[in-house]
DNA sequence: CTTCATATTTGTAATCATTTTAAATATGTA
DNA sequence: TACATATTTAAAATGATTACAAATATGAAG
């Protein structure tokens, strides 16, 4: 786990990304939050307590180079607004329709190892997700029913 | 394959939509295009021709009236704009960066059946889909690379 | 065939995530 | 210190989708 500002400035400068104080910031933000693959909208919300004149324009510019350099993978998952994730290994999500949270999620087949594709297309991308009704969510539903028929 | 008015508002009433000309004709549009996922205004576009006062919104409405009952699929791929598919099986699909299509991938493993899914979470969707260079445009690049080379 | 209630369609305006643009600011170098 | 370049910022533009309200169609009751 890297968290201090040392390695995520040699992480910019080995992409070759100049590692501004808003771009460490955000990089920082994403190495800490890596389970609840956060929206634009929520990194910008959080670093204005730390940079109160940041834009969303450079959070979203950043999360762009971040993207091109491999840094962060992006993740259209809600259908309304992109999720980032700064684990880029191989693995799939899953969305909760009740709460909301995103999951990760390991799956090993031809699926997810993405080569075996039969059809002679390149595949460069690899996306898998469910959606569903998580644990917790279950469980609440659970005692919720039990409540109602006391 | 059905693609006649008669069964297509048998297909309406059995899920208890009202057939409307308009949605027959939209219901119509993607029994016939079934390969390329067509987007609102594909479909909009389309059915101008035959019914010059349809508005983008009775697209919209329709298309979501056909997804809480499960005529379509809506596929969330090209991070721009929603994709509809008449075909409902469990499929996945691949994006081509290049040309753009959308082809159906055949894919059977854990992740396409979705239910093996170990973390206790109720699956109620499954979405996999791959992106990349499909195999048209791999020809067309080498065919481009010869040609500059002559 | 009229009247009325309801559902559907339509056009316009609003919303929301994201991108574009241009000015302001910071950075690095001569 | 001065200048060229990169970065950040705020504001405006864009594009997909939804909300809203008026117009139109539909179907049943008298």
Redesign the pocket.
């Known amino acids: 786990m890297i968290t201090n500002m040392k390695s995520l400035k040699a992480i910019l400068e080995e992409k070759g990304?100049?590692p501004?104080?808003?771009?460490l910031k955000i990089l920082e933000y994403m190495s800490r939050n890596t389970v609840n693959h956060p929206?634009?909208?929520m990194i910008y919300e959080k670093l204005l307590k730390d940079?109160p004149?940041?834009?969303?324009?450079?959070v979203?510019?950043?999360l762009?180079a971040f993207l091109e350099k491999g840094l962060v993978d992006a993740i259209t998952i809600t259908g309304?607004?992109?999720r980032y994730d700064f684990n880029t290994d191989s693995h799939h999500h899953f969305l909760c329709k009740r709460c909301g949270r995103i999951m990760d999620i390991e799956v090993t087949c031809p699926f997810s190892e993405g080569k075996k594709l039969q059809y002679g297309h390149r595949v460069e991308e690899v996306h898998g997700y469910f959606k569903g009704i998580c644990k917790d969510c279950l469980k609440d539903v659970r005692n919720s029913a039990e409540e109602s028929s006391l």
């Open positions: 990304i100049k501004t104080y808003q771009r929206t634009v909208e940079i004149t940041i834009s969303m324009t450079t979203y510019n950043t762009n309304t607004e992109m």
